[in-house]
């Protein structure tokens, strides 16, 4: 952890080291109350949801139903998710004032409880948490462990044991003992550590103990690293690591890096070649958009699906430090590649969770205004939506009928706000930012607020108006994408030779004419109200040349499909 690099005139303050180093680490501790302050306030986030403010973020470890980080701050804060989206702030830190262990006050004489940088990791049946102790203005500093078999405040065997020291410096040390990082291959386990003062190094742990083995370390990253995360893929370890500065928000200056080898110890090398020990390093993270400053890397794996967690400095909310987490790949080199977009670009029909029912375009007319509602899926184009990437896991979502956007009526980012089609442009109440749930479905919240679509009241309604509503996790609020098929396809299902006659119809009725198709495949008659809904079905096992249809409409205006094979054939329909 980084502190900001700041410049004063020699008139403010001498440029001694220890001077900086003060100003910097009161500049951090202002951060750090501010994540209080503000994570009892109502401002809306702006990535995933609930309590984000998070600095030096741990990577992702899972105990039962939750997933645990924790983060830099007073007794070392942590914060669960139950679905990888909305995250609630833990109930205590893992040390008060009164149970901190007792090593620090002889290695860091000065520390005043703000721990940094905290690692987790499962093993020996429990888990293992490492945490940084340091001394402002110098690099006196430490890195503690303390173990507990559970991660959960609520469960009765939650207690943290306090394992003492695993490292530390002092005045006269060449290496600054923070940002801890733990990598475990079968009986080996690697501690890497370090800072921009002496760089990044790493020892054995004994894998019984989690303490240090041994006396001997090796230096893997130089040119002012700092928080080093390491990780086996294929057939090399990669080393990612941070540079530039920290803490100083929308000014922070912060880039995550990665080189890679054939050794768990080095040399980490860049995809040119270049030894992170001699300021390589390729970058996979840096300043987009609002997303500032991004470092401490972690990675978490579940289901095939690799999350790669941080902190960034969030420039459209004053540089609140939050947890951010992304999508991380392998290229076909093994080089990795880290995205906030979940959704490959394509057209899809968007399915809720656990039903049949999907987005669709009310009236399948693509005409402005018209409502974006749940209907029951049919296969028309006006169900197939074009995903558009906006940057920065964000993305503009058209109709394949007609071409306008899914938008939020009068852009507010009210709850209850009603989805309907609009032009289609990057204003952000027509932008919709999609994270990833661990059980694989969708969130989508608007660009312009953060509140997520539902469908109201979780209605199974066919032809209810898609709405903004706060998160709450329900299955109304999740989605799937399945691969919508492009119009040349939609078209070549189109049947030919088909008509439905008299239009306006009276009565209620009309006739299915099949007079010059040649299949006596069985047909299938639906007529569905302009929300989508079914009103009428009918399977016509041995279709004739006309076949009477009495529907008993009452008058309006109705969407006729009619499906033999794999053909289809749509027809408004006016009652009078």
């Given at each position: 952890?980084?502190?900001?690099?700041?410049?004063?005139?020699?008139?403010?303050?001498?440029?001694?080291?220890?001077?900086?180093?003060?100003?910097?680490?009161?500049?951090?501790?202002?951060?750090?109350?501010?994540?209080?302050?503000?994570?009892?306030?109502?401002?809306?986030?702006?990535?995933?949801?609930?309590?984000?403010?998070?600095?030096?973020?741990?990577?992702?470890?899972?105990?039962?139903?939750?997933?645990?980080?924790?983060?830099?701050?007073?007794?070392?804060?942590?914060?669960?998710?139950?679905?990888?989206?909305?995250?609630?702030?833990?109930?205590?830190?893992?040390?008060?004032?009164?149970?901190?262990?007792?090593?620090?006050?002889?290695?860091?004489?000065?520390?005043?409880?703000?721990?940094?940088?905290?690692?987790?990791?499962?093993?020996?049946?429990?888990?293992?948490?490492?945490?940084?102790?340091?001394?402002?203005?110098?690099?006196?500093?430490?890195?503690?462990?303390?173990?507990?078999?559970?991660?959960?405040?609520?469960?009765?065997?939650?207690?943290?044991?306090?394992?003492?020291?695993?490292?530390?410096?002092?005045?006269?040390?060449?290496?600054?003992?923070?940002?801890?990082?733990?990598?475990?291959?079968?009986?080996?386990?690697?501690?890497?550590?370090?800072?921009?003062?002496?760089?990044?190094?790493?020892?054995?742990?004994?894998?019984?103990?989690?303490?240090?083995?041994?006396?001997?370390?090796?230096?893997?990253?130089?040119?002012?690293?700092?928080?080093?995360?390491?990780?086996?893929?294929?057939?090399?370890?990669?080393?990612?690591?941070?540079?530039?500065?920290?803490?100083?928000?929308?000014?922070?200056?912060?880039?995550?890096?990665?080189?890679?080898?054939?050794?768990?110890?080095?040399?980490?090398?860049?995809?040119?070649?270049?030894?992170?020990?001699?300021?390589?390093?390729?970058?996979?993270?840096?300043?987009?958009?609002?997303?500032?400053?991004?470092?401490?890397?972690?990675?978490?794996?579940?289901?095939?699906?690799?999350?790669?967690?941080?902190?960034?400095?969030?420039?459209?909310?004053?540089?609140?430090?939050?947890?951010?987490?992304?999508?991380?790949?392998?290229?076909?080199?093994?080089?990795?590649?880290?995205?906030?977009?979940?959704?490959?670009?394509?057209?899809?029909?968007?399915?809720?969770?656990?039903?049949?029912?999907?987005?669709?375009?009310?009236?399948?007319?693509?005409?402005?205004?018209?409502?974006?509602?749940?209907?029951?899926?049919?296969?028309?184009?006006?169900?197939?939506?074009?995903?558009?990437?906006?940057?920065?896991?964000?993305?503009?979502?058209?109709?394949?009928?007609?071409?306008?956007?899914?938008?939020?009526?009068?852009?507010?980012?009210?709850?209850?706000?009603?989805?309907?089609?609009?032009?289609?442009?990057?204003?952000?109440?027509?932008?919709?930012?999609?994270?990833?749930?661990?059980?694989?479905?969708?969130?989508?919240?608007?660009a312009n607020g953060n509140r997520v679509v539902e469908v109201p009241f979780a209605s199974n309604v066919s032809g209810t108006q898609l709405a903004l509503f706060d998160y709450n996790g329900c299955s109304c609020q999740r989605w799937t994408l399945s691969l919508g098929a492009p119009?040349?396809?939609?078209?070549?299902?189109?049947?030919?030779?088909?008509?439905?006659?008299?239009?306006?119809?009276?009565?209620?009725?009309?006739?299915?004419?099949?007079?010059?198709?040649?299949?006596?495949?069985?047909?299938?008659?639906?007529?569905?109200?302009?929300?989508?809904?079914?009103?009428?079905?009918?399977?016509?096992?041995?279709?004739?040349?006309?076949?009477?249809?009495?529907?008993?409409?009452?008058?309006?205006?109705?969407?006729?499909?009619?499906?033999?094979?794999?053909?289809?054939?749509?027809?408004?329909?006016?009652?009078?």
């Open positions: 952890m980084t502190q900001p690099f700041l410049n004063h005139s020699a008139a403010e303050l001498p440029l001694t080291r220890e001077s900086t180093q003060a100003i910097k680490s009161a500049l951090l501790r202002w951060y750090l109350l501010l994540l209080v302050l503000l994570s009892w306030a109502s401002a809306p986030a702006f990535a995933l949801q609930g309590n984000l403010g998070a600095h030096d973020p741990s990577t992702i470890v899972k105990d039962g139903n939750k997933y645990w980080v924790f983060t830099t701050g007073q007794g070392i804060p942590s914060k669960y998710s139950t679905d990888l989206v909305n995250w609630t702030a833990g109930p205590r830190p893992v040390f008060t004032a009164a149970t901190r262990p007792s090593w620090i006050t002889t290695k860091v004489p000065t520390f005043v409880n703000d721990y940094w940088a905290p690692e987790c990791i499962f093993m020996n049946g429990k888990f293992y948490l490492y945490y940084s102790c340091s001394s402002f203005g110098s690099n006196v500093s430490g890195i503690g462990l303390a173990t507990n078999v559970t991660l959960d405040p609520a469960n009765p065997n939650y207690n943290w044991v306090d394992e003492g020291e695993v490292i530390s410096s002092n005045a006269g040390s060449t290496f600054n003992a923070i940002d801890p990082a733990v990598f475990k291959e079968g009986n080996n386990v690697w501690f890497t550590y370090g800072s921009f003062f002496g760089g990044l190094s790493m020892f054995p742990l004994d894998p019984a103990t989690g303490k240090r083995q041994g006396n001997t370390s090796t230096t893997v990253a130089n040119g002012n690293p700092e928080a080093p995360f390491l990780t086996k893929h294929g057939n090399f370890y990669y080393m990612f690591i941070n540079r530039g500065a920290c803490c100083n928000g929308i000014n922070s200056t912060y880039y995550i890096l990665v080189g890679r080898s054939t050794s768990p110890t080095g040399p980490f090398l860049d995809q040119t070649g270049r030894d992170l020990n001699n300021n390589g390093g390729t970058v996979v993270l840096n300043v987009s958009g609002r997303y500032v400053g991004p470092g401490h890397a972690g990675i978490f794996e579940e289901n095939g699906v690799s999350y790669f967690s941080h902190h960034y400095y969030d420039g459209d909310d004053n540089g609140f430090p939050k947890l951010g987490l992304a999508k991380l790949t392998w290229d076909a080199a093994d080089w990795p590649q880290v995205t906030r977009d979940w959704v490959t670009p394509g057209r899809y029909e968007i399915t809720r969770q656990g039903s049949n029912l999907v987005w669709q375009a009310q009236g399948c007319t693509g005409a402005q205004g018209d409502a974006v509602t749940q209907s029951t899926r049919t296969g028309q184009a006006c169900q197939q939506w074009d995903f558009t990437p906006a940057g920065d896991g964000e993305y503009r979502i058209t109709n394949a009928v007609g071409g306008l956007a899914a938008g939020v009526a009068g852009c507010s980012a009210a709850n209850g706000a009603v989805l309907q089609l609009e032009a289609a442009n990057n204003s952000p109440c027509r932008l919709f930012r999609i994270d990833r749930a661990n059980d694989g479905s969708l969130v989508f919240a608007s119009l040349t396809t939609l078209a070549s299902r189109n049947m030919a030779n088909v008509s439905i006659y008299p239009i306006p119809a009276t009565l209620g009725n009309f006739t299915l004419d099949l007079t010059g198709r040649k299949s006596n495949e069985a047909v299938t008659v639906e007529v569905l109200d302009m929300q989508g809904r079914v009103l009428y079905r009918r399977v016509v096992a041995n279709p004739q040349a006309k076949t009477a249809v009495e529907a008993g409409l009452l008058p309006g205006l109705f969407l006729v499909q009619v499906r033999q094979g794999t053909g289809l054939f749509t027809q408004k329909l006016t009652v009078l």
